[in-house]
């Protein structure tokens, strides 16, 4: 079964704003990465934070994790119609062996 | 960074027939490997977990004498997906770790299986 939840399912918006993505999981964890996939392609990595911590950047990502919550978030900066794509978080849980499972994915738009 | 192919990238096939499905690491030794399915417009689901030289663990609900993985060497599992039926159709992805712990995984770029 899938780990958690994200919101919003989808989201439109135009060339230069920013884009805020949620993600929920319902197990501990030791780390939680988030991807990126192209419509009909693979997954795109884009960066992992650990369980101890709390914010990490790249680039124009910027990823938090609040572990209290069971939460992360990924903000884009200054999107661009190349972000266009689905975003999956993704938590790897030592659940008897370690495996990452995903979220469901929001699908981003950005409208040049 | 690291590499994962998959072969073939799409494949048609007819109800009734087995299609399998490589999975290699071209440049590093992967002692796991992950198979998941993904269905239009929906998230990845792990379908089975392969160390090398060891029997696969599948997940719940999966059948594992259709969905047969077989993880022979350490660049190398394959999928093989027995008797395929129109619902079987999906893009399935695989994914390669270097440890068995927690580590980067490396994704391929998939296959688009189309049972007629």
């Known amino acids: 079964s899938q780990q958690g939840e994200e919101d919003p399912q989808a989201l439109s918006i135009q060339e230069g704003e920013n884009a805020t993505m949620n993600c929920s999981y319902k197990?501990?964890?030791?780390?939680l990465q988030w991807y990126r996939q192209n419509s009909g392609r693979g997954l795109v990595h884009l960066i992992l934070?650990?369980?101890?911590?709390r914010e990490k950047h790249s680039g124009r990502l910027r990823v938090t994790l609040d572990t209290s919550k069971k939460s992360s978030s990924l903000l884009i900066t200054a999107s661009r119609a190349a972000d266009t794509a689905s975003y999956f978080c993704?938590?790897?849980?030592?659940?008897?062996?370690?495996?990452?499972?995903f979220g469901a994915g929001t699908r981003l738009f950005v409208k040049a | 960074g690291a590499v994962v192919s998959q072969h073939p990238s799409r494949v048609i096939c007819k109800s009734g027939t087995s299609v399998k499905i490589e999975c290699r690491s071209l440049?590093?030794?992967?002692?796991?490997m992950f198979w998941y399915r993904q269905f239009p417009k929906q998230s990845l689901m792990l379908m089975a977990t392969?160390?090398?030289?060891?029997?696969?663990?599948?997940e719940q609900g999966v059948e594992k004498d259709k969905f047969l993985i077989n993880h022979a060497s350490l660049t190398l599992s394959t999928l093989t997906v027995t008797s395929a039926h129109p619902e079987d159709s999906s893009f399935y992805i695989c994914?390669?770790?270097?440890?068995?712990?927690?580590?980067?995984?490396?994704f391929g770029p998939g296959t688009r299986l189309t049972v007629l």
């Open positions: 440049d590093f030794q992967a002692t796991t």
């Open positions: 392969s160390n090398e030289g060891s029997k696969a663990t599948y």
């Open positions: 993704a938590t790897d849980a030592n659940t008897g062996g370690f495996k990452t499972i």
């Open positions: 994914s390669a770790k270097r440890g068995g712990g927690s580590d980067t995984q490396y």
């Open positions: 934070i650990r369980s101890n911590e």
């Open positions: 197990t501990s964890i030791n780390n």
